[in-house]
């Protein structure tokens, strides 16, 4: 950034990703780095994930935590005091901010609903459910081991026990057609507290259902037409009810947006430590792009020996003008144009703009550009249309 100018995390905060890599089964739509293992040492691995944290700390120090968010893989499989050791650590390193939100990531089994008011303990104050489905079959299809009945328990625990509660669907799943989506949907809007997380389902090269299409095992997909259908109805229901899309897939009453997933989107710092995770930081005037060790044996090997991180890169700033133009596109809110092009002036330029805006894609004001809901469908190409 120029001199004088503020820094990415003053700009979009500043937060810590946790990666627990462990499940109790691997779900067939994951490409997460998510591994299904018998034993954990829990000493061993909080012992491991707060050395990381508090060696990133020693080269951020001063800076204000805006979240952290334990994500994996299954974190509700973390014993309480193993989250306690994590946040500790990253108190130690920096200032929490006055609304840090602290999110974690749990998986509806009644085994793991029991360790609520555990983690709350430990300092968490936002849970996010994978419920995925409120239908028994498509539980069974998407590999799934809660049901229905125990995914409403735990959301009931969750509220009891935490103010902020938020929790995922896929929508465009196997013989789904649009009128079952919008009963589902109605459901979960009467479930929902403040926030809910809803995806397409998308067939990812690696995953289980990626190899069942190859082989024209997975039937009853909806087309693309149909899950584009899908989608604006989701835009329109929610918007009635006051759940705003905030992002692509992401919808929240007004005050209650993931302050973590905002962090990202605003192109703010992260720090990421466990198995394979990315980061995102400025250190004395560069932003670097970190990536752990994938495997866990690995990581948590050269954890114990040095470091857990496998590369470190510098993002140029051409790359960082495109890297936030991608992630501020996604958000209704759009991108900051000043900012952008203090970053580069080559992307989003005029020429490059107005056609778009012709087309009814974009929308700009003085000071900021934004997709439209038309726009967010196509976000790959507009990317494209949007850079050198």
Known sequence: ??????????????????????????????????HVVSGIDQHRWAEALAREVRAYGAETPGRVLSSIFFGGGTPSLMLPETVRTVIDAARDCWTFG??????????????????????ALAGVNRVSLGVQSLREGDLRKLGRLHDVREAQAAFGIAREVFQRVSFDLIYA???????????????????????????????????????????????????????ADMYELTQEVCGRVGMNAYEVSNHARTEAESRHNLVYWRYGDWIGVGPGAHGRFSVGGSRYETVAHRAPGAWINASEERFGE??????????????YLMMGLRLTEGVDLARLHKMSPLVATQPQIEPLVDLGLVEETATRLRATPNGRLVLNALIEKLTP
């Open 98 to 119: 006055n609304n840090i939100e602290i999110t974690l990531e749990a998986n509806p089994r009644s085994v793991e609903a029991s360790r609520f008011e555990g983690y």
């Open 310 to 323: 496998v590369s470190r890169d510098r993002v140029d700033m051409e790359d960082q003008a495109i890297e």
């Open 173 to 227: 799943r196997q013989g789904q057609t649009l009128r079952d989506w919008e009963e589902e949907l109605g459901e979960a809007l009467e479930m929902a507290v403040d926030h809910l997380s809803l995806y397409q389902l998308t067939i990812e090269p690696g995953t289980a259902f990626w190899d069942r299409a190859a082989r024209g095992k997975l039937a009853g997909l909806p087309s693309e037409d149909l899950g």
């Open 1 to 34: 950034m120029a001199d004088g100018a503020p820094e990415n995390w003053q700009e979009g905060g500043f937060a810590l990703y946790v990666h627990w890599p462990f499940c109790e089964a691997k779900c067939p739509y994951c490409d997460f780095n998510s």
